[in-house]
């Protein structure tokens, strides 16, 4: 209900994180889509608990970034994708890296999940928590469970955006 009991993608978003970080480290929440053929993320909304805001900001992939999205395209073709990806050391992982960088983010674990349903991939909403080693299995597990509410808003979001 957080999530899909706003008009606006990035006031749910806001009410989600003020929700999640009373069961999880929670201080951002960012929902992208990979643009495969601009070999870029599309950053289209932001939250953290002091505010939230609709965004177009467009963030190129650096080379092994590009290459770490075809791996795991490839994984999800496989059908070998986890619900939610966690990476606890930023440093290490090329996306990730490239995405706190050009947001001005502090070094952050965070937790991706991939919005797909059916074959349909939506976008990916990933949770940042300051610093590494911040989440473990079990906040991964709680996470993964807002998988199909942020499937419907992504959608309507973007369907909403492409109509105005």
């Known amino acids: 209900m957080r999530i899909c009991g706003h008009l606006e993608i990035e006031d749910g978003l806001k009410a989600c994180i003020e ?3 009373q069961h999880m480290p929670a201080d951002s929440i960012y929902l992208a889509r990979h643009e495969r053929d601009l070999g870029a993320m599309r950053l289209i909304a932001h ?4 505010k939230s805001e609709r965004m177009d900001f467009l963030i190129p992939l650096s080379e092994q970034a590009r290459e770490t999205m075809v791996q795991v395209r490839q994984t999800w073709l ?3 994708l986890p619900p939610v990806l966690v990476i606890n050391k930023p440093e290490e992982e090329p996306v990730a890296r490239c995405i706190l960088e050009a947001v001005d983010e502090p070094v952050s674990s965070a937790m991706s999940m991939p919005l797909i349903v059916k074959d349909q991939v939506v976008g990916t909403l990933a949770l940042l928590a300051e610093g590494n080693d911040r989440f473990e ?3 991964a597990q709680l996470y993964a469970t807002l998988k199909g509410p942020f499937f419907v808003a992504m959608s309507n979001a973007l369907k909403h ?3 105005l």
């Open 47 to 50: 939250a953290s608990k002091e």
């Open 78 to 80: 496989a059908g070998m």
């Open 161 to 163: 955006r492409e109509i």
């Open 137 to 139: 299995k079990h906040h």
């Open 19 to 21: 929700y999640l970080g």
